[in-house]
């Protein structure tokens, strides 16, 4: 059973975690939320409370096929947070898969694994993003090697659906899709 770390810190926009946590379950994986804050209980940008599964700290030793990092205004914490960071290069550099939508590409970019990558992004981080990546595109979806990257909450369910598809190929992502009447 493949294995997903979606993390979640304060002000994480609520469309962009739930969708891929909903949908990756769905498909048969296994998701974990990780909270990065002092309690399982995480509030996301428009007041949704989310109980994560795990703290971060508890996962930080775990293997995981992908590590997921949901937008909005929490993105600001996952920059500023040095486990977020590591976590991100080691996953990175031990060939794990990185999504990160919305602004979170920041994450990426932050944390130096996306100089040699074509990747996209919230409209309003593609100035900051421009100069430190491959390539810039405004597809809704954008897949480089292993890190998958997109624009934000309007595409959540291309998101997560691409991430069934990467993981468990696009049988397992045309069931979930069949499943939820999607287009």
């Known amino acids: 059973m493949k294995r997903v770390?979606?993390?979640?810190?304060?002000?994480?926009e609520?469309?962009?975690a739930v969708t891929p946590m909903d949908l990756l379950r769905r498909a048969g994986m296994e998701v974990i939320s990780a909270s990065t804050g002092s309690g399982l209980m995480v509030k996301g940008g428009r007041g949704i409370r989310i109980q994560a599964d795990s703290m971060l700290d508890e996962c930080l030793s775990q293997r995981f096929d992908m590590v997921v990092l949901p937008g909005g205004p929490g993105v600001d914490g996952l920059r500023k947070d040095a486990r977020v960071l590591d976590l991100v290069r080691r996953a990175h550099g031990s060939g794990v898969a990185l999504a990160a939508i919305c602004a979170a590409p920041l994450v990426l970019a932050d944390?130096?694994?996306?100089?040699?990558h074509v990747i996209t992004s919230f409209p309003a981080a593609k100035e900051e993003l421009q100069?430190?990546?491959k390539g810039y595109s405004e597809e809704r979806v954008v897949q480089d090697g292993k890190v998958i990257t997109s624009r934000g909450a309007g595409t959540s369910e291309e998101f997560a659906?691409?991430?069934?598809?990467f993981l468990a190929g696009p049988i397992a992502a045309q069931d979930v899709r069949a499943r939820i009447v999607a287009r």
């Not at 944390?111 to 040699?116: C, D, L």
């Not at 659906?161 to 598809?165: E, N, P, R």
């Open 14 to 16: 609520e469309m962009e």
């Open 5 to 12: 770390l979606l993390i979640l810190s304060e002000g994480f």
């Open 161 to 165: 659906l691409h991430l069934i598809t």
């Open 111 to 116: 944390a130096g694994v996306v100089s040699g």
């Open 131 to 133: 100069s430190r990546v």
